[in-house]
């Protein structure tokens, strides 16, 4: 799709994720996403040996939050929630398995309009939404991802 012919403003609410060694249909189905930051965490001043009246400020590496996926709460079968479960489960004598986390903005017709992929990503939390009996509410799986760098497709 030419750079003209893409929808502006773009929409948010049709996305795909893919995590890699995963492939149940359902895993990819999110509601929300969140966590997809890039800041520089400071600066630095550094003042000049023997000239006192100038300074350096130099930057700090770039930070990234965790990554945050919602989704409605799938049976136990699922290869994500199993491997959510395993790795927060486990004791530190078990290695964790990070995996490639790659999301993918879309229009209403599947065109890729923006993407960015995780890399070394690994469960850091794991919770559900609260239960209410006075409300018929879906129940939701909120999911969060450590990861080492991420890269803008």
């Not at 960015?116 to 991802?145: C, I, Q």
Request: hydrophobic share 35%; glycine share 10%.
């Amino acid at each position: 799709m030419a750079e003209s012919e893409r929808p502006y403003p773009i929409t948010s609410f049709f996305f795909t994720v893919s995590i890699d060694g995963i492939n149940g249909t359902s895993d990819g189905m999110f509601q929300q996403l969140s966590g997809i930051e890039w800041e520089r965490d400071g600066k630095l001043e550094v003042r000049e040996g023997g000239l006192n009246g100038y300074k350096h400020s130099l930057p700090m590496p770039v930070t990234h939050p965790d990554l945050e996926l919602k989704r409605g709460v799938l049976p136990d079968d699922s290869a994500l929630t199993q491997w959510c479960t395993e790795t927060l489960s486990a004791d530190f004598g078990t290695p964790i398995e990070p995996k490639t986390i790659t999301v993918q903005l879309t229009d209403g017709q599947g065109n890729v309009l923006r993407g960015w992929t995780f890399y070394n990503a690994y469960p850091h939390k794991m919770g559900y939404s609260s239960l209410d009996a006075m409300r018929s509410e879906y129940l939701v799986e909120n999911l969060v991802f450590a990861y080492d760098y991420c890269e803008a497709l």
